[in-house]
């Protein structure tokens, strides 16, 4: 069964390859199959997973595949899924199958949209599931570049210079991460083995300096505060699919860096660090939120909504419990269905309005229920409704951030907690905005409806919030015992 | 056969060729065409020869013929076969294709002396055989006053770092009484003197290599020779020079392990740095590719911070791969340069919707340079950046990262100017040259695999 | 041998060495330079020469060095003065502060 | 045929279910086949409510009343004890509720069928109704108190979805938003309460937190002090301000008469009878921890002294036909909040059996009121009492169910409202005097304003112009309700609903009446005088007292006080400087950042000014700098 991930990630590419040799109708149709085959091979992977696990297989890492690649470096192409992981190759071949599908409209030199962004997916997919450092480190990167050509072609607004301070910006965390990377190798006598790094400890100094690295490296990627300021500007020139992806995924690589990297083998100084951590994932939390009260933009609002919704995910990783673990990890898989949905539904009533300023659109659920619709499941996702995903994972972080009793920890999980209701504010007004109202635009009384394509591209994001948000006892067990690994880090810390 | 000529059969194939070549000029031939192919002709046999697997020989320690820098020339008359096929057609046109071609078969022979040497005297001799011709070919735009300017800071400036390199060695000599790499570092005693020597010699490499504060003469150099000349020099010239350096200065150097990496620390920051911000607001085509190859240049002293294998390997990975992307790079200027008549990065505009194969050959090129992955730049600056590490402070490697971003900026700004701008005047014959589009792709499908499949990394690592 | 005349010769050469660099930093004139830079190199050469006979006199590696320098730097001169003189055809000057299109 | 459990399931699924096919269907379902749908699923529902909550009281266990877990799983796990689990519990009082809810709903729908007839969204209407429903039957039989926070905020969602039914109206999107941030604002409250309370009993099934409480582990010393309380007594004091919002208690009510913006019926059934008293059930739920901190049952008896009074003063001035019935469900939820507060102390505990009775009765009445209401609005299409007056010859049926419903919530006996609310007043004069004075003064307020209203839509002056009509779709509906808000008070009620679940025997006692059915009448007759004919009488007495006028007309400006909040706490204070802050400080410094990059970019060029002199004297300059550098390092 090993080859089901190298297939997975070779599908994208060679649909990549095809996509730009084809021409432009036939492009979309290949992404979209390819995007059909992804999904049914995370799917397909979830199922050999779950089988191995139900027979006992114990290891920590299952569907291993290993090949040597640089030999005089002590590189391998090591390839291996946990549970995390699998869930992160889901989210990430659903929101990749609907980006495709939301796409179909794309003009102008529609096959090397659909082969960037082909190439996007198989970078996180090899991102998510490499067990050494160098090829994660690899994967990370691959996945920045097509970004700048994904915006700065078929974006809109500011978006060349959108496009350059977002891939710049990661670039500079890359840096960061190099270096980083680089003292965890030498420090670990020239490894880069997830495993072998996580069994055999760095020693405490190599570790306090390479944290700040990895974590703030990681943290560019993850809208770590004060390094955000791409988040905005590039998810709002972005393409739809572009938002998409860069919301939904790319901000989730740096969340799983965060937690699979800095954290997982640098227990020490994740220890210490750790009010650093939280302070900041706070101050996003909060302000992020703050910031989207003031946003006019619709994308500008999901985008800053994003940022505080990733704060979520850095607290949890920050406060270091085992159910604030699992939660920010419901978190990133959360975030990245329901937030690709909302840029999603965005991007289609864009398409219809040619309008993003909630001042010029209003009553839109009589011109186009369906998107409507649609949209106000997002927005209620994303304020944390029950019954979706980020009701579950939301209060996950909060019961796990609870465990800790003394009075720093927990002013930051109520200021958290208080940020869900200034994100009921904005998300509320946006939609009363919007969707409710009267029409403001003659020209949005008759609208087109959502196509059919349109229809499952959305249709299929709002099953995988509902189902997450309805069963999450399907998740928790299938990360619990990740989680639990995870947090052994930290016990075997307390008692050495 | 422990003859010197046995030992270089390459020198004395390029030694007849240029015979033969002369021979023809002066029984009055004066095809452009027959002095270009001959010219290929004549670099592919010397690449044939050096491929040819043979024994490690050495004469003395004169010259050493090993397994190494049979590859190291084998990469230098590659990169001049790209070169020479990218510039064929302004060299076809040109009345002294001859003359062109036999100063380029002195400057490879010159270079592959320099590359085997193992000793002071050859090495001195390479470097200048090499170093002459090339001022000569800088000004061979005869008409242009830019080319003869260019050709005259060349040999100037190269005389004088010359002079520094020469009293250098004449110190480390009456130091040590050897002029053998392999001796002097046995003999050599730690003295105030010693160290300027080796300041001085140096200085010697940091201005062929163009290393700040010594790299003034790049940009004029690069902006006013003819573009395969300046691809020459970018690519073939430098990669040669820091070979040697790794080779020759490296073991010498040893005397002041303990202080180097820190200087060199110093000076590799100060030289991204530099290449970096002056790169930024360049608008000619030609000095932009100065800066960026003055920057790229630090990245390869980041190998010689630590000796060791990976260090080795990386530098020598790194030129492969260096020499690749750059060819990538030039082939399409010298094709623009040709159409236009200006040497301006406002060429680039709207390229790929004229010819995207081009457009896509310099976008490969730069993210290789910018060291993006998948291409094999990304490997390259990684390798480079990880052998050094261990000899520095932390944060001096995150101030060369840091670099990267800054020179993404401008690496960038190229693929916006080709992907997103519109055409400014449309190229008469937006169509390329088969043999053009060859080597360019065979310079992308290099940039894309060398990083993703490890055998060259693997065949390097064995060399040691 | 008599060792104290190596003293002397050293400090000869460092005078040639330094007027050459001087000259080559002051001199307006391309010859001239050009000159100044001979200077330099003649100043190893006096080095090789002086080690080679005073501290090393069982070697000939100074001697050959010093050969192949004088060689080469009439290579040197002689490109040189034929790039100076196409500088010259086209400019009218030889003055090196003329010399700067390429900024 | 069905076990308990499988019963207590069904109730809140079949609406649920309903809210999936009805929603999904959308426009494809013919109108009146989803309203049938809808109908028959909250009738399905309630007769399994009603045999459930028969079996249940008919099996006391050892003669009390027990919490009685059906089913439970494990749903969410946080760690190895810390877990949500979805389980459904019956109790006296959740059986109570799901009788109450279903009816109310099953009346309700029906109201609709006719009352909604061509809405445009007519399908969804109904798909929002079977949500909420579902949500309320799943907020009272959940087993835990996370479940409770759950579904708390579905029907916090489905009432912002029927608030603004009538999207276009931009009044109604603002009252939506408005209600839903509040509650929303009250259950981060909640919320933290929940995790304060579970951290300190390590669960959060209800069983588990009252038998913690039980057991006597508790010990403030090891919960932990602040501010010279417990923590649990911290954790429930955030969990009344949870209730508080739901139940639009003082200073949280601001939402509740604007939810009027709402469809009428959904205004009786969410925003009268059940949602609205979703925060009394979450106190009367944890009724036994309550009970054990004296300061926070303080706490709760005066907010809900203060909500029946101000509410009640402000209900007086209205002319908004809804909204005083909303002030007035203010008033009356206060009345049961504070009863439950009185029952705190020794003495006093059937006053936890007086709320819950008094959220029986007026759960029918009230919804009748608002039922009769819609009727009339319906009618007249105005919600002014301005536009109405003399309806009492249009509306000769909606006049006598309004009636009923006004005797009913002013305590006039034998209406329902009477036996309720006499034993509310009781139990407050045997643990608090002084909570008793303000309730004598609330029911005497309650019976003017009812009869004002009464008067000036029915008497008063007469509108011709108004063609009003009844129809029987309407009608019939009201005069079910009409059935219990009659005789729902000679319910043996304190034999099934006690504090400790042991039956108790009810008592009248009929002296004790006289004061509070005095007050009433005197709240009529002053109603009769003022506004049976058209008269100067309130102009009058509206001058004579403007200060209290004003303030009650205003309503006491709580709105401007949240506005002011709002606007200049969280827009001015904080919003605004963080999207300063934002655009200029950390985006404008990295923006700096790359421009002075570019700028040094293009001075440096200058350095490279061609001159080749100028080039060496860099050359040796940077020698002698190597120079000496490394000699300083080989020095040191």
């Not at chain 2, 015979?19 to 690449?47: D, E, P, R, W």
């Not at chain 2, 290449?275 to 002293?301: D, M, T, W, Y």
């Amino acid at each position: 069964m090993s080859f089901l991930i190298p297939l997975l990630i070779a599908v994208p590419l060679c649909s990549a390859v095809a996509n730009y040799l084809v021409n432009a109708n036939s492009a979309r149709w290949i992404a979209a199959i390819s995007g059909f085959i992804q999904l049914v091979l995370s799917i397909l992977i979830w199922k050999v997973y779950a089988d191995f696990r139900a027979a006992g297989e114990t290891a920590q890492f299952l569907l291993t595949a290993h090949y040597s690649w640089f030999p005089l470096w002590n590189i391998n192409l090591d390839l291996g899924l946990d549970g995390i992981s699998v869930t992160m190759l889901i989210m990430t071949s659903l929101v990749v199958f609907s980006a495709s599908l939301l796409s179909w409209n794309v003009r102008n030199d529609a096959k090397l949209f659909f082969s960037l962004l082909n190439f996007l997916s198989a970078g996180a997919y090899g991102f998510f599931s490499s067990l050494d450092l160098f090829a994660m480190f690899f994967f990370l990167e691959l996945a920045v570049v097509p970004k700048f050509l994904l915006i700065g072609i078929w974006g809109s607004g500011e978006k060349i210079a959108s496009a350059m301070k977002l891939v710049l910006m990661l670039m500079g965390g890359s840096a960061l991460l190099l270096t980083g990377l680089f003292v965890v190798y030498y420090g670990a006598g020239g490894n880069f083995s997830l495993t072998e790094l996580a069994s055999n400890r760095l020693g405490r100094e190599i570790q306090l300096v390479a944290f700040p690295l990895l974590f703030i490296g990681f943290g560019v990627f993850t809208a770590l505060f004060p390094f955000h300021t791409w988040v905005p500007d590039g998810h709002s020139s972005a393409p739809t699919a572009g938002s998409m992806f860069l919301a939904g995924i790319s901000m989730k690589l740096g969340a799983y860096g965060c937690l699979r990297v800095a954290t997982y083998l640098l227990p020490d100084a994740a220890v210490a660090y750790s009010p650093y951590v939280i302070i900041l994932s706070s101050i996003a939390i909060v302000y992020g939120a703050l910031a989207t009260l003031m946003q006019t933009d619709l994308k500008y609002m999901n985008a800053y909504s994003s940022i505080s919704h990733c704060g979520f995910i850095l607290l949890g990783i920050g406060m270091q419990t085992k159910a604030s673990i699992l939660g920010s990890v419901m978190q990133m898989v959360s975030h990245g269905l329901m937030t690709a949905l909302f840029f999603g539904a965005i991007g289609l009533i864009y398409q219809r309005t040619h309008t993003r300023k909630m001042e010029e659109m209003g009553g839109l659920l009589k011109s186009i229920p369906f998107l409507s619709a649609v949209f106000v499941i997002a927005g209620l996702c994303s304020l944390g409704l029950p019954g979706f995903s980020g009701f579950v994972s939301e209060m996950t972080i909060f019961v796990g951030s609870w465990e800790h009793s003394d009075a720093f920890h927990r002013v930051a999980t109520i200021l958290a907690a208080a940020s869900i209701v200034v994100t009921a504010i904005y998300i509320l007004s946006a939609i009363g905005k919007v969707i409710f109202g009267p029409i403001r635009q003659a020209s949005h009384i008759s609208l087109e409806p959502a196509s059919f394509v349109e229809k499952l591209g959305t249709g299929v994001l709002v099953v995988a919030i509902l189902f997450m948000g309805l069963v999450p006892f399907w998740f928790t067990n299938l990360i619990s015992e990740d989680a639990r690994l995870i947090m052994n880090q930290f016990t075997l810390l307390m008692n050495p | 056969m422990n003859t010197i000529l046995g030992l270089i059969p390459v020198e004395a194939f390029l030694f007849c060729w240029i015979l033969l070549i002369l021979g023809l000029k002066i029984s009055g031939k004066n095809s452009g065409g027959l002095y270009v192919n001959l010219l290929l002709l004549g670099v592919l046999v010397a690449i044939g020869l050096v491929a040819f697997p043979a024994p490690n020989a050495q004469f003395g320690d004169l010259i050493h013929v090993n397994a190494l820098n049979r590859f190291i020339r084998g990469l230098l008359y590659l990169g001049t076969f790209f070169i020479v096929i990218q510039s064929s057609s302004w060299l076809k046109k040109h009345d002294h294709a001859a003359e062109f071609s036999i100063l380029l078969l002195v400057v490879l022979s010159g270079l592959g002396l320099m590359v085997s040497t193992g000793n002071l005297l050859i090495f001195y001799l390479g470097l200048e055989m090499a170093s002459i011709p090339l001022a000569a070919m800088a000004s061979f735009n005869l008409t242009s006053k830019m080319s003869g300017e260019s050709g005259l800071k060349l040999i100037l400036s190269s005389a004088f770092s010359s002079g520094f390199l020469l009293f250098g060695i004449s110190l480390i000599f009456g130091l040590t009484g050897t002029i053998s790499i392999a001796e002097i570092p046995v003999n050599l005693a730690n003295s105030t003197l010693a160290l300027i020597a080796m300041v001085m010699i140096f200085s010697g490499f940091a201005f062929k290599l163009s290393a700040v504060p010594f790299h003034f003469w790049t940009a004029d150099v690069y902006q006013g020779a003819p573009m395969g000349i300046t691809a020459f020099l970018a690519i073939v010239s430098k990669s040669s020079i820091a070979f040697v350096f790794l080779t020759v200065l490296f073991p010498i150097l040893s005397a002041i392990q303990q202080v180097w990496p820190t200087v060199l620390i110093a000076l590799i920051l100060l030289t991204i740095f530099t290449g970096n911000i002056f790169a930024l607001r360049q608008s000619s085509l030609k000095r932009f590719l100065a800066f960026s190859s003055i920057a790229q240049v630090g990245f390869i002293l980041m190998g010689m911070l630590v000796p060791s294998e990976k260090a080795a390997v990386s530098v020598l990975y790194f030129l492969v791969v260096y020499m690749f992307s750059s060819i990538c790079i030039f082939g399409v200027a010298q094709w623009l340069e040709e159409q236009t008549g200006k040497d301006s990065l406002s060429n680039f505009k709207g390229l790929y919707k004229e010819n995207p194969f081009a457009a896509w050959s310099v976008a490969l090129g730069l993210f290789s340079l910018a060291g993006i992955p998948p291409t094999a730049g990304f490997f390259g600056k990684f390798f480079l950046i990880g052998s050094g590490f261990q000899g520095v402070s932390v944060w001096y490697v995150v101030l060369v990262g840091l670099n990267m971003v800054i020179s993404l900026y401008y690496y960038l700004k190229i693929v916006k100017y080709m992907f997103m701008n519109e055409v400014i005047e449309e190229l008469e014959k937006p169509q390329m040259a088969l043999p053009l589009k060859i080597s360019l792709g065979i310079g992308m499908l290099a940039i894309c695999f060398l990083g993703l499949s490890n055998w060259i990394v693997n065949h390097l690592s064995n060399l040691f | 041998m008599n060792q104290e005349l190596l003293t002397p010769l050293l400090i000869l050469s460092a005078f040639l060495f330094f007027t050459g660099v001087y000259g080559f930093v002051t001199r307006r004139n391309m010859i001239s330079m050009l000159m100044s830079a001979e200077l330099m190199l003649n100043s190893a050469n006096i080095n090789f020469v002086a080690f080679n006979k005073f501290l090393y006199p069982g070697k000939l590696d100074g001697m050959f060095f010093t050969l192949f320098i004088i060689t080469i730097a009439a290579a040197e001169a002689a490109l040189a003065i034929a790039i100076i003189i196409h500088v010259y055809r086209q400019t009218k000057s030889i003055d090196v502060k003329d010399a700067d299109q390429l900024i | 045929m069905f076990t308990p459990a499988t019963e207590a399931i069904l109730i809140p699924l079949i609406p649920f279910l309903l809210f999936g096919i009805i929603g999904l269907a959308g426009r494809r379902l013919p109108e009146i086949f989803s309203a049938f749908l809808g109908i028959g699923g909250i009738l399905a529902s309630l007769l399994f409510s009603l045999h459930l909550s028969v079996s249940y009281f008919s099996e006391p266990v050892q003669g009390a009343f027990v919490l009685k877990e059906f089913f439970s799983f494990p749903w969410l796990n946080f760690s190895e004890n810390l877990k949500i689990s979805i389980g459904l519990v019956a109790d006296p009082i959740s059986m109570l509720m799901v009788v109450v809810i279903c009816s109310v709903s099953l009346m309700v729908q029906w109201f609709s069928l006719t009352y909604m007839k061509g809405e445009e969204r007519f399908q969804m209407y109904y798909a929002f109704l079977s949500l909420f429903t579902g949500s309320m039957l799943g907020l009272v039989l959940s087993s835990n108190i996370f479940q409770m926070y759950i579904f708390w905020e579905l029907v916090g969602v489905s009432s912002f979805l029927l608030i603004g039914f009538y999207f276009q109206k931009p009044s109604a999107v603002a009252a939506s938003k408005k209600a839903f941030i509040v509650t929303r604002f009250a259950d981060l409250g909640f919320l933290i309460g929940i995790l304060l309370l579970s951290y300190e009993t390590q669960t959060m099934e209800f069983k588990g937190i009252l038998d913690y409480f039980k057991s006597g582990n508790f010990n403030p010393e090891v919960s932990g002090i602040w501010m010279s309380h417990s923590l649990a007594a911290w954790a429930l004091v955030l969990i009344f301000v949870g209730a508080a919002g739901k139940s639009a208690m003082f200073p949280l009510h601001i939402w509740l008469p604007d939810a009027m913006e709402g469809p009428t019926p959904v205004s009786a059934l969410i925003h009268a009878a059940t949602m609205v008293v979703a925060g009394v059930f979450l106190v009367g739920r944890l009724f036994p921890v309550y009970s054990l901190f004296e300061g926070v049952m303080q706490l709760v008896t005066w907010i809900g002294v203060l909500s029946s009074i101000l509410a009640a003063i402000i209900a007086i001035s209205q002319t908004d036909i809804k909204r005083v019935l909303a002030y007035s469900t203010l008033s009356q939820i206060g009345y049961m909040m504070f009863a439950l507060g009185v029952a705190g102390k020794a003495g006093a505990e059937a006053g936890f059996t007086a709320s819950f009775f008094h959220l029986f009765t007026h759960a029918f009445f009230k919804s009748l009121l608002f039922l009769a209401a819609g009727a009339i609005i319906h009618a007249v299409h105005s919600n002014e009492v301005e536009n109405m007056g003399g309806l009492r010859k249009q509306m000769p049926i909606v006049h006598w169910l309004f009636l009923i419903g006004c005797l009913a919530i002013s305590g006039v006996p034998p209406f329902s409202g009477f036996f309720s609310k006499e034993e509310i007043l009781l139990n407050a004069w045997k643990s608090q005097p002084l909570v008793y004075g303000f309730a004598l003064i609330g029911s005497g307020l309650t019976a003017f304003y009812m009869f004002r209203l009464f008067f000036l839509v029915f008497y008063n002056k007469s509108h011709s112009d108004v063609h009003g009509h009844e129809s029987m779709g309407l009608n019939f509906p009201m005069l079910l309700l009409a059935i219990p808000a009659v005789f729902a008070g000679f319910v043996p009620f304190s034999s099934y609903v006690t504090s400790t679940g042991l039956p108790e025997e009810t008592h009248l006692h009929l002296m004790f009446s006289i004061a509070p059915v005095g007050i009433g009448l005197l709240g009529i007759g002053l109603a009769y005088l003022f506004y049976f004919k058209q008269n100067s009488l309130p102009e009058q007495w509206a001058s004579k007292l403007s200060g209290l006028y004003k303030l009650s007309r205003g309503k006491f400006y709580f709105d401007e006080l949240w506005r002011a909040v709002y606007q200049i706490g969280l827009i001015r204070a904080l919003a605004t400087p963080a999207a300063w802050i934002d655009k200029n400080l950390v985006d404008g410094g990295l923006r700096m950042g790359a421009e002075k990059t570019l700028r040094l970019g293009d001075r440096v060029k200058l350095i490279q000014n061609g001159k080749l002199q100028d080039y060496v004297l860099y050359f040796l300059m940077g020698i002698l700098a190597l120079i000496l550098l490394t000699l300083l390092m080989i020095q040191s």
